[in-house]
Structures are given as C-alpha cells and as structure tokens.
C-alpha cells in the first residue's frame, strides 16, 4: 500500500507543480514508458531505431503533461496506476504512429 501512497503523493505534486515533481515523476515512471513502447514494437513487428523509441516516450510525457495534466486529473484514482499508464502510453503512441507523426 505504501508504494501506491508514494504513487499518489508523486501524482498531486505534479498536479499542485511543486518544484521538481515532474522531473521525478519521469524518472519513476520512465521505466513502465519505455517497457510498453518495446512491447508495442514487438507486437506490430516493428523494428524502430532509439530515436524512434525516444521520441515516442517523449510523446507520451508531452500529452500527459498538456494542458495542465489533463489525462492525470482525469483518471480514475481507483485504478491502479501503472495500469494506467500502461494503457495510456499505448493509445498515446498508436495514435502517434496511425497519424504518421512518429516511427512507422
């Protein structure tokens, strides 16, 4: 239970824009990001070069942070977060790669 507190306290400090919140944010949840735009890579055999996968982590962490956080104020604090991220990463990134605007 500790870990989600930890989650959720990491969320609000983004929320609220406390200093460097952001910046941890990412650190933490980097990792899970990149993890779910190798499997989306694997799963649509792709072969994406590290730029490639760079610039769709980076997508992802430009649309959560849009319009002050949007997508985090509107999730559903019920869920599991990493869950979540999981999901939204890949709507994220196969919206980005449909439209042509990242690795295809």
């Keep these: 239970m500790e870990v989600k507190s930890d989650q959720q306290k990491l969320i609000q400090a983004c929320l609220e824009e406390e200093p460097f919140a952001w910046q941890h944010f990412v650190d ?11 499997q989306i890579e694997a799963q649509a055999s792709r072969n994406w070069q590290p730029t490639d996968r760079q610039r769709l982590a980076i ?3 430009d649309r959560l942070k ?9 999730r559903d ?8 991220l999981v999901v939204a990463t890949r709507r994220i990134c196969l ?3 449909d439209a042509g605007e990242n690795p295809s």
């Design 28 to 38: 933490r949840f980097l990792p899970v990001v990149v993890k779910t735009i190798e």
């Design 59 to 61: 997508g992802v962490f």
């Design 66 to 74: 849009r319009d002050q956080f949007q997508l985090l104020r509107e």
């Design 77 to 84: 604090a019920q869920l599991d977060f990493e869950t979540w």
């Design 95 to 97: 919206t980005n790669v």
